[in-house]
């Protein structure tokens, strides 16, 4: 009796293995296909109105922002080197020698 209750088991065990791999292939082919759908959807109908899809802008605003910060990313601005003046009743600090 138990050898039937063991073979029995596995054999349950072994389809509810291979249900759960089932089911999970198809929850992620559903997800991927989903995606898929929604990316065709975007893509058409950036091809139809000609507007970018707000993603794009948005990251290209925060690309554009972040330009500043990286290093050689500023424009370098040549100015005309000019005396300092103190204020009436006020001194300048004493010049450091290099």
């Not at 997800?31 to 899809?53: E, Y």
Request: hydrophobic content about 55%; some cysteine.
């Amino acid at each position: 009796m138990k050898l039937i209750s063991d073979l029995v088991g596995g054999i349950l065990r072994g389809v509810f293995k291979v249900a759960m791999f089932a089911l999970t292939v198809a929850f992620v082919l559903g997800v991927l296909c989903v995606g898929l759908i929604v990316v065709l959807v975007a893509v058409l109908r950036f091809l139809l109105t000609g507007r970018k899809p707000a993603v794009v802008t948005t990251f290209t605003q925060f690309r554009q922002a972040a330009q500043k910060y990286r290093p050689g990313g500023g424009d370098v601005v040549d100015v005309q080197a000019h005396e300092v003046h103190a204020a009436p009743g006020t001194a300048l600090p004493p010049k450091v020698l290099d």
